[in-house]
Structure formats: C-alpha cells, structure tokens
C-alpha cells in the first residue's frame, strides 16, 4: 500500500487526474492525502468534490480557506468572490450531499504509524500535537454540529493574532481556523501575519515562516502542508510543503509518503493569472 500526499488541487481536475495517472493510484490499495483546498478558482471544482468523496476511506484531506469559503458562501455567509468558481457546486443537484460531506473533513489528520500530519497552511509556534488536535477537534466539532452557519459568519478576520489559553467564543475558534488554513508568517512570538503570502524573503522584518520560528513545541512532528504556492515544493527533514501553483500555470504536485520520498508532478495550463482578483 502506498500514501501519496498531494498539493493544491483547487477545481483542477484534468490535471490531478494526469497525476493520479503518473503515480498509477489505485483505490483498493492505495491512500491519497489532499492538502486542502479541493476546490475554487479551477474550472472544475465539482468533479474534484464528487471524485474525492467517492474514493472514500481511499482519499484523505484537510479543509483549506477555500473550502471554508464554499461552506459559507452556500449559507449566505460570505458574498462571492470576483475569482471564484463556485456555482456548479452551488447549482448542483447533488449540491447538499457534498456540502455536507465537506463539513464533515477534518482540519488535522495525524498518522501514529507513519508519524506524519497533515494540514492546510501551519501550526503556531505554541501548540504541540495534543494542543493541534483539541484545538482542531473544537472547530470540527462547530462545522459538524447545527450551528455551523453561526461560525462561518464570524470566520473571517485577522484578529485574535496570537494564541492565548484564555481565548474564547468566536474569537478562539477564527484563531485556530486561520492557523490551520491561512497561516504563513509570524514573529518569534506567534503573532500572525496572514497578509504576508510571498516567498521566504519578502515578508516584513521580524516575521518568519511558522516552521522556522525557534523552539516552536511542533518542531518534533512531520508536518505536510499547502497554501503556500508562492513557497512552492520545500522539503526538510521535519516539514513538507505542496502547494506548487497548479492553479497559476505552474504543477500539481505529489509526494510519496516513504522512505524514498519520490515526487511525481504534472504540468498545468493555468486557469488564473498571477495578481488577477
């Protein structure tokens, strides 16, 4: 059995479906891990949702911003976006059954056996794995439960910018969504910088990939993540990043989750230009 993980796939179906094809995945033995973001911007955002859900146990992934933005533009949550590509989920038939199925993803999955986690963009400075799975597990449960629109209407914003145990309400729960979906940069002492999204050296004095800052308590996981197309493929001994700008013209990328580590990546048309909304 193989676990392949896999970057950004954002609607771009013809591409992962080359992919898949390069890597010769097959579902009864073989296990993809999604980085999140399955869907928007691509021309193809419904195939994607419908194929990953049916490879069912086959195919892991964590939600990503732009899955989030899905869940709360379809409840009125959120308005649309100039970029987004989103109604043939939004006008299809099968429309609430796949948005369902996507609440239902979780925002960290952590492999015990292969010592591997997985999420969308990063972790803060001050979260290991035990405090990274409760706080994931608070979100989850709110975007599992009745009142999920109630989140999604107080998700967007920038602010709580750094972890404090005492955080509460909705306050809380959009810290640790924007950490585990929209996180790039933040200072020696985890305060977020989510406006920064270009590559390491651009960013302002004093901030830091997350997975540079020193001491950080998640520095002894193997963390695979996306998000981050500006950062493109960058592998250490302890981090995995995926996102490879498929979107922007550039590949769709995926990793072997072994010892060799082998990349496998497709080439892509680009279906949205460098700066356009």
Same mark, same amino acid.
């Given at each position: 059995m193989a676990v392949y993980a896999i970057g950004d796939v954002q609607g771009c179906y013809d591409e992962l479906l080359r992919l898949l094809e390069q890597i010769r995945f097959d579902p009864a033995k073989d296990t993809l /891990?999604?980085?999140?973001?399955?869907?928007?911007?691509?021309p193809a955002s419904?195939?994607?949702?419908?194929?990953?859900r049916e490879w069912g146990d086959?195919?892991?992934t964590v939600l990503g911003n732009h899955d989030l933005h899905l869940l709360a533009v379809a409840e009125g949550c959120a308005p649309f976006h100039k970029s987004d590509t989103l109604d043939e989920i939004l006008n299809a038939p099968d429309r609430d059954e796949l948005l369902h199925w996507l609440r239902q993803q979780p925002l960290l999955h952590h492999?015990?056996?292969?010592?591997?986690?997985?999420?969308?963009?990063?972790?803060?400075?001050? /979260?290991?794995l035990v405090l990274a799975q409760a706080c994931a597990r608070e979100v989850e449960q709110v975007l599992r439960g009745d009142d999920?629109?109630?989140f999604l209407r107080h998700m967007y914003g920038d602010q709580p910018d750094q972890w404090r145990e005492d955080l509460q309400g909705w306050g809380r729960l959009r810290f640790i969504a924007n950490c585990l979906t929209r996180l790039r940069y933040c200072n020696a002492e985890g305060r977020l910088n989510l406006r920064a999204k270009g590559e390491p050296g651009t960013q302002?004095?004093?901030?830091?990939? /997350?997975?540079?800052?020193?001491?950080?308590?998640?520095?002894?996981?193997?963390?695979?993540?996306g998000h981050w197309s500006t950062?493109?493929?960058?592998?250490?001994?302890?981090?995995?990043?995926?996102?490879?700008?498929?979107? /922007?013209?550039?590949?769709?990328?995926?990793?072997h989750l072994a010892a060799d580590?082998?990349?496998?990546?497709?080439?892509?048309?680009?279906h949205r230009h460098p700066g356009a909304a």
């Open positions: /891990w999604f980085t999140g973001d399955l869907v928007n911007r691509g419904l195939q994607v949702l419908r194929r990953v086959s195919a892991i492999d015990v056996r292969m010592h591997y986690t997985l999420v969308h963009a990063g972790l803060p400075p001050q /979260w290991d999920y629109a109630e302002p004095e004093g901030d830091m990939p /997350w997975f540079e800052v020193p001491g950080r308590r998640s520095a002894d996981l193997r963390v695979v993540f950062l493109g493929l960058y592998r250490s001994p302890k981090v995995i990043s995926l996102d490879t700008g498929c979107l /922007w013209g550039n590949q769709l990328t995926a990793v580590g082998a990349v496998y990546a497709v080439d892509c048309a680009g």
